[in-house]
């Protein structure tokens, strides 16, 4: 049977819906680009965002992604979770910087939650302090085991590669990765506010195709991911590992299935822009009927444009 999406105009589904709970976070990494965040100290309650995701699960969403700032630091994480997960999706995974997850997984994983990307650069101390301006690495690795432990499958690592910092630990990471059963992704460096200036990208970036291309010589297997920008999983050595590119590419657009909300409550249509926002969370608050809420996501979806094409 063929599942039901909305279609944007460009015949692109609509399938996940990534939303940013807050902008706060308990580290400061160095390179953050403060993915979907805004300046605003807004935050929605998980009421609202269970209102949210119900007219998204309406519009044919299937998958939801709930990230920040640090998700794990809204104060009824564990009652938002339970709640968007009694609308019955497909998917609800979290990305997170792990700090919070042993004391969170299990409840989290009792109110419905999936599965969890984790984002560590690092298993090196120093490193780790470098990168994010803060000692917090073993209440990360002891997180991501807690999210094992608890079947939050599967667990993801993000490393976010970058030269002359961490690019030598892949193999480690990797280790780390198979001895848990957990599936590395290797982030190449994107630009970002923080990092914006050509020096920057100097120092660090670390361009990550001679990596994939020896990847792709010793793989067991190669799969390319449908709907995730033509990404490719390589198993390797009873391990997996995929390569995330950046994102500024025609390819990634031609394939983005993804819609944003913002952590003030706007729909964000395409990760790259914010110049077609569209207000969504003051039409909740109003208590707009879910007929007009439906029409609003539509708006949402039909402001996307493809910010690369070919
Ligand atoms: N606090 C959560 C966390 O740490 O996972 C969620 C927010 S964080 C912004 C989401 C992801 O974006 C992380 O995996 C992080 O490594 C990645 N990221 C942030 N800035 C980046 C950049 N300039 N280049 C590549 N990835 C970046």
Known sequence: MLEEFTLDKYERPIISLRITLTNRCNVNCLYCHHDGMVKSKDEMTSDELYTICKIA????????????????????????????ASLDFKDISMTTNGILLGKYAKSLKDAGLDRVNVSLDTLNRKTYEFITR??????????ILKAVEVGLYPVKINMVI?????????????EFCKENDIVLQLIELIESENCDDDKFSADYHYNLDEIENEFADIADDIHEREFMQGRKKYYIDGGEIEIVRPVDNSTFCANCSRLRITPD????????????????????????????????????????????ME
Do not use: W
């Open 265 to 308: 409550g706007k729909i964000k249509p395409c990760l790259l822009r914010n110049d077609n926002l569209v207000e969504l969370i003051s039409h909740v608050r109003n208590g707009e009927s879910e007929k007009r809420l439906e029409e609003i996501f539509i708006a949402g979806i039909n402001n996307r444009e493809p910010f690369n």
């Open 134 to 143: 803060k000692d917090y690495l073993e209440d990360a690795k002891n997180g």
């Open 57 to 84: 699960k309406k519009i044919g969403v299937k998958k939801i992604r709930l990230s920040g700032g640090e998700p794990l630091l809204k104060k009824d994480i564990v009652e938002t979770v339970e709640k968007i």
């Open 162 to 174: 970058m030269k002359d910092v961490n690019q030598d630990e892949i193999d480690d990471m990797f």
